[in-house]
């Protein structure tokens, strides 16, 4: 009896053990999946060094969210119940939070990130993108712009609503916007898209003339060598001259064969069971303000601009900034036929879209005097004592570290695949030996194995390299140099571009102010002439 209950007590001991491994492996990939909810889990365990404005509303803000969550519950009365609206997402504490109160406008004290372009690329760079825990719902915790920079991990909305923050603090007229998209956009996938740096700065015309050399002088005196006898070709026979040709093409063709790849084309992809339920996030810029002259939208994952009539996206469910929440009341409407222009302007005839806050500063088109048909927008603002202004915003100020935009991405390297391409950057000062910031690696085929050319860039160099082309299968290297004077040198470098062929030809271009000996042009021929 002893034995048997022995033997039962151990065969519980492993059934429950195995419930256990069970449960932790049925739990890992949710984890995996929900970094994001563990990052804000470990931010919230310390409570007491976290900003009251994280873990407590003010009586204002729970006025507004009273507002919000009473108009949400009419509209799903109303008009449509199954409709997600990301209105009052939780934050990193748990605590209920106004969306539009977690925008945050500012303006970083750095002059290379007050245009958008410059602004986008830095994040898309300088932050990690993750996907939504699940592709078909919206997320249920929006963190604070201030810890998406600490943690330097984001997701399409935290990307977006950071990326609003800063284009509304250096003075656009920015707002994020969330609807469908497809898988590669949502996955952050460029391998189908052209590389963005592959061409190449354009040359002054000057520089584009081809330096000729010299003819020499006409003389009427005939050579010796044309006055000799020329001796007859040996004659061959036209049946063996047609087979050697036949054969040689043969042999070629198989070499040819040989070398190329034959399966060349791009991978397959399987049909997406997600199509058209996609939730993804970006912004938009509306022409008026910064001299923007038509409306556009960034992808603040990649910083790429997008036309709207040209934009991959799919539709568009709701938009909003530190101002209001304007949602689209006809979501199924491709995106070239939404009213884009008419979402935040106080004459909105169609009733397209529905604010959630009465706003305090209306737009109205006006038409421009020179009776050309364009409009402009002009802002009027109007107080009364029975609206309801937004609160301001409960998350803390922007900042980066002082060595932050020197340290521009994520580990100081980073790899993106495009089509037939692919493109290496490097923060500055990363490389010390030889100053190098970026390197794109141009391939033939589509599976990346062929190379065709590597162009590589450099910055703070002392010799003021800025670019070098390779061409590994023609043995050539191509150099651009920079204008300016040698760090520790005494004469300046005129050096303006270098050719070579391995083994075979040099040719030196030199910049036109070289007043030592007016050279321009040097051409070497390996161990022939110069």
Not at 211 to 229: F, G, Q, V
Not at 347 to 362: F, G, L, R, T
């Amino acid at each position: 009896h002893t034995r048997c209950r022995e033997v039962s007590w151990a065969r519980r001991c492993v059934q429950e053990t195995a419930f256990k491994l069970d449960r932790d492996i049925l739990e890992l990939p949710k984890a995996g999946r929900s970094q994001k909810k563990i990052r804000c889990e470990q931010f919230s365990h310390n409570r007491e060094k976290m900003p009251l404005s994280f873990k407590d509303n003010t009586p204002k803000e729970e006025l507004v969210l009273e507002h919000v969550l009473f108009w949400q519950s009419q509209f799903a009365t109303t008009y449509n119940q199954d409709r997600q609206l990301l209105l009052a997402p939780k934050n990193e504490a748990g605590v209920l939070k106004f969306i539009c109160t977690t925008i945050r406008p500012t303006k970083l004290p750095y002059k290379h990130l007050y245009n958008w372009d410059a602004c986008s690329k830095f994040l898309a760079n300088y932050l990690e993108y993750e996907e939504l825990e699940f592709p078909d719902q919206l997320p249920t915790v929006i963190p604070a712009p201030s810890n998406v920079l600490t943690w330097q991990t984001a997701d399409c909305f935290d990307f977006s609503i950071l990326l609003c923050s800063l284009l509304i603090g250096n003075g656009y007229d920015a707002f994020v916007v969330y609807g469908k998209a497809p898988r590669e956009i949502t996955t952050r996938d460029e391998s189908m898209l052209p590389c963005p740096v592959i061409e190449l700065p354009k040359q002054p015309e000057d520089d584009q003339e081809e330096i000729k050399p010299l003819e020499k002088e006409s003389n009427n005196t005939i050579p010796l060598e044309e006055l000799k006898m020329k001796p007859e070709e040996p004659k061959a026979s036209s049946f063996e001259e047609g087979l050697r040709k036949k054969m040689e093409e043969e042999q070629k063709t198989r070499e040819r064969i040989e070398r190329e790849i034959t399966d060349d084309e791009p991978e397959y992809e399987k049909a997406d069971p997600q199509k058209d339920k996609r939730f993804h996030c970006w912004v938009l810029i509306k022409r008026g303000k910064r001299d923007i002259k038509e409306n556009f939208f960034i992808e603040a994952t990649t910083g790429r601009k997008y036309a709207i009539k040209d934009s991959p996206y799919t539709t568009i469910d709701c938009i909003f900034n530190h101002r209001n929440f304007w949602i689209n009341m006809q979501p199924a409407l491709p995106i070239e036929k939404v009213g884009i222009d008419e979402f935040d302007i106080k004459e909105d005839s169609e009733k397209e879209w529905e604010y959630v806050m009465i706003p305090s500063v209306h737009k109205k088109l006006r038409e421009l005097p020179d009776n050309s048909g364009d409009v402009e927008i002009i802002e009027e603002d109007e107080t009364r004592d029975d609206i309801l202004d937004m609160p301001t915003p409960w998350s803390p100020k922007l900042y980066l570290k002082k060595d932050s935009p020197e340290d521009l991405y994520y580990s100081a390297q980073k790899t993106i695949f495009f089509l037939k391409s692919k493109l290496d950057i490097f923060a500055p000062y990363s490389q010390k030996e030889d100053g190098l910031v970026a390197r794109v690696t141009i391939y033939r085929d589509y599976k990346r194995q062929i190379i065709q050319e590597i162009r590589s860039m450099f910055d703070h160099r002392a010799d003021k390299l800025i670019l070098r082309i390779r061409y590994p299968y023609e043995f050539k290297t191509i150099e651009e140099y920079a204008p300016g004077k040698k760090v520790g040198a005494e004469e300046e470098s005129h050096l303006k571009r270098l050719v070579e062929i391995d083994g075979r030809l040099r040719q030196l271009y030199y910049y036109p102010h070289r007043n030592k000996d007016g050279l321009i042009y040097r051409e070497e021929q390996i161990y022939r002439k110069t």
